[in-house]
């Protein structure tokens, strides 16, 4: 069955810094990518998505790329703050016989002042 | 600013009773999600809706657990009997889907707690 795996563990660094997060994926073709990000007591909050055909995508200080035949994306944010201290969750959809998004269990950043 | 709406934001409930949750989802989005949060899981979907036709509820125990759109402003999810393990929040999503792919905005959860 497919599975998608995310850093369990805490991802702490220094404000200014760049976050590199990582979702590893098996078993899976999937057409496109989304990260989201959520906050404690809230729902996800969308950020970007990315296509298979796309190796590279940016939105001010988040880069995404998608490594089809690794089968995985990186997420970065630059010169982090701490107020991007939050939980990211990588999601996959779309390939064949999908047509909902399968998310990831989620990475949490911690950005110290 | 459109947004998702859902209640009740807390539900605590004993096991055996009936639980209703409801989603507003936003105007004119033609896909509506049910998803359910737990630490060991993570975020499951339960079940969803295209132009209020249900797609797939795959993720769902049949026995207990119904999902309907009775109309383009309200899903409603249902757990009759509910039971310990249903303890978890359980998020409402919608989007705009086209071809495939689109977005989710997800609206603030309902934490239910089953005794």
């Known amino acids: 069955s497919q599975k998608i795996e995310q850093n369990s563990e805490a991802l702490n660094i220094q404000e200014g810094k760049t976050a590199t997060l990582t979702c590893n994926y098996t078993?899976?073709?999937?057409?496109?990518l989304q990260w989201y990000r959520q906050d404690p007591g809230r729902g996800p909050v969308f950020l970007l998505l990315?296509?298979?055909?796309?190796k590279e995508k940016r939105k001010e200080r988040l880069k995404v790329t998608f490594d089809t035949t690794l089968k995985q994306s990186l997420f970065h944010i630059t010169a982090s703050q701490p107020a991007d201290s939050a939980t990211y969750l990588c999601?996959?959809?779309?390939?064949?016989?999908?047509?909902?998004?399968?998310f990831g269990s989620g990475t949490r950043l911690q950005v110290q002042p | 600013d459109a947004r998702v709406t859902q209640t009740p934001r807390h539900k605590v409930t004993e096991m055996g009773q009936e639980v209703t949750m409801r989603c507003q989802p936003i105007?004119?989005?033609?896909?509506v999600f049910w998803y359910r949060q737990t630490m060991m899981q993570g975020l499951e979907l339960l079940a969803y809706?295209?132009?209020?036709?249900?797609?797939?509820d795959s993720g769902m125990p049949k026995d207990r657990f119904s999902a309907e759109m009775p109309d383009a402003t309200l899903a409603t999810l249902k757990i009759q009997p509910s039971e310990p393990r249903d303890s978890a929040v359980y998020f409402c999503?919608?989007?705009?889907?086209?071809?495939?792919?689109?977005?989710?905005?997800f609206g603030p959860g309902t934490r239910l707690t089953v005794l």
């Open positions: 105007l004119g989005h033609n896909t």
């Open positions: 990315i296509r298979e055909n796309e």
């Open positions: 999601a996959l959809g779309g390939g064949t016989g999908r047509r909902a998004l399968t």
């Open positions: 999503a919608s989007g705009l889907v086209v071809g495939g792919q689109g977005e989710q905005f």
């Open positions: 809706f295209r132009n209020r036709a249900p797609l797939d």
């Open positions: 078993n899976y073709s999937p057409a496109y």
